[in-house]
C-alpha cells in the first residue's frame, strides 16, 4: 500500500534488526535496512523473497552522509517515514583496564555517535508523519559492569533516548528506548553465549513493534526487557 508507515532500522541485516524488519513486514509497514555488509544485505532480503515493501541499503550508521543518504532514498522510494529504529551497534568485549584501545573508536562511533546522527537526518520527515524515534539500548546502560566500556556507550543512548525526547516531543514526534538483558544474537559471535536462559530476537522485536504501533498520541519512553533469571 502506498500510504502505509514506512520504518528504517539502521543495523537491520541480522539479529534483533531483521526480527524488527520482519514483524514490521508482517504487520504490513514498508521497511528500509541498513548495514555495512552488501552480502548479508542480499541474504535477509533472499530469505523472504526479495519482498517489493523490503529496501536494502549499504551503508555505515556512523557517517553522516551514509546515514543522510538512506533517510533520503528511503523517502524517495516510498514517499514517507514514520519510524528509524537506531540498531546498529557492537561490544569490543573488553574492559578499559585491561583490554585494547585499537578495538573502541569503531564501538564508541556505533553506538553513541550513530543514533545521535540518525535522529538528526530523519527529524525533519518524522515531524511531518508524527513519528517516532526508537533506539535500541541495553540493560548493560543501567547497570554498571566492571571495566564494561560498551555498557558506558549503552549509559550514553540512555541518556540520549530522555534528551531527545524532552526536545522533540513537542513536534509530536516519540521516542522509545528498548533495553534488553541476554539476547541471543550475532552480538556473542566469537565469544560464546552467557550462561542462564536467553531472549530472542524476535522477543525484543515483539516489543519494539508493540511500542510502535502504541495509539495516537501514547508515547512509550523506556522498556527494560530481561529474561527470567537474569539478575543484572
Given at each position: 500500500m502506498?500510504?502505509?508507515?514506512?520504518?528504517?532500522?539502521t543495523?537491520?541485516?541480522?539479529?534483533?534488526?531483521?526480527?524488527?524488519?520482519?514483524?514490521l513486514?508482517?504487520?504490513?509497514?514498508?521497511?528500509?535496512?541498513?548495514?555495512?555488509?552488501?552480502?548479508?544485505?542480499?541474504?535477509?532480503?533472499a530469505e523472504?523473497?526479495?519482498p517489493?515493501?523490503?529496501?536494502?541499503?549499504?551503508?555505515?550508521?556512523?557517517?553522516?552522509d551514509?546515514?543522510?543518504?538512506?533517510v533520503?532514498?528511503t523517502?524517495?522510494e516510498?514517499g514517507?517515514?514514520?519510524?528509524?529504529v537506531a540498531?546498529?551497534?557492537?561490544?569490543?568485549?573488553?574492559?578499559v583496564a585491561?583490554?585494547?584501545?585499537a578495538?573502541?573508536?569503531?564501538m564508541?562511533?556505533t553506538n553513541?555517535?550513530?543514533p545521535?546522527?540518525?535522529?538528526?537526518a530523519?527529524?525533519?520527515?518524522?515531524?511531518?508523519?508524527?513519528?517516532?524515534?526508537v533506539?535500541?539500548?541495553?540493560?548493560?546502560g543501567?547497570?554498571n559492569?566492571p571495566?564494561?566500556i560498551?555498557?558506558?556507550?549503552k549509559w550514553?543512548v540512555?541518556?540520549l533516548?530522555e534528551?531527545?525526547r524532552?526536545?522533540?516531543?513537542?513536534?509530536?514526534?516519540?521516542?522509545?528506548?528498548?533495553?534488553?538483558?541476554r539476547v541471543?544474537?550475532?552480538?556473542w559471535?566469537?565469544?560464546g553465549?552467557p550462561p542462564?536462559q536467553?531472549?530472542?530476537a524476535?522477543?525484543?522485536a515483539?516489543?519494539?513493534?508493540?511500542?510502535v504501533?502504541?495509539p495516537?498520541g501514547?508515547?512509550i519512553n523506556?522498556?527494560?526487557?530481561?529474561?527470567?533469571?537474569?539478575?543484572?
Amino acid at each position: 500500500m502506498t500510504d502505509s508507515p514506512v520504518a528504517l532500522i539502521t543495523g537491520g541485516g541480522s539479529g534483533i534488526g531483521a526480527a524488527v524488519a520482519r514483524r514490521l513486514l508482517d504487520a504490513g509497514h514498508r521497511v528500509a535496512v541498513t548495514g555495512r555488509g552488501e552480502a548479508r544485505l542480499r541474504g535477509f532480503a533472499a530469505e523472504l523473497g526479495d519482498p517489493d515493501d523490503l529496501l536494502t541499503l549499504v551503508g555505515n550508521a556512523s557517517d553522516y552522509d551514509d546515514v543522510q543518504t538512506a533517510v533520503a532514498t528511503t523517502i524517495k522510494e516510498f514517499g514517507r517515514l514514520d519510524t528509524v529504529v537506531a540498531n546498529a551497534g557492537f561490544a569490543s568485549h573488553d574492559t578499559v583496564a585491561e583490554g585494547d584501545p585499537a578495538g573502541w573508536t569503531d564501538m564508541v562511533l556505533t553506538n553513541v555517535l550513530g543514533p545521535a546522527l540518525l535522529i538528526r537526518a530523519s527529524i525533519d520527515a518524522l515531524k511531518e508523519t508524527r513519528g517516532r524515534i526508537v533506539l535500541v539500548g541495553s540493560v548493560a546502560g543501567f547497570v554498571n559492569g566492571p571495566g564494561n566500556i560498551y555498557g558506558a556507550t549503552k549509559w550514553a543512548v540512555t541518556g540520549l533516548a530522555e534528551n531527545t525526547r524532552r526536545q522533540v516531543t513537542d513536534w509530536g514526534v516519540g521516542v522509545t528506548l528498548i533495553a534488553p538483558g541476554r539476547v541471543e544474537t550475532p552480538f556473542w559471535d566469537g565469544n560464546g553465549l552467557p550462561p542462564g536462559q536467553l531472549l530472542t530476537a524476535d522477543q525484543i522485536a515483539e516489543t519494539v513493534v508493540w511500542a510502535v504501533r502504541q495509539p495516537d498520541g501514547v508515547d512509550i519512553n523506556t522498556v527494560v526487557v530481561r529474561p527470567l533469571g537474569q539478575p543484572n
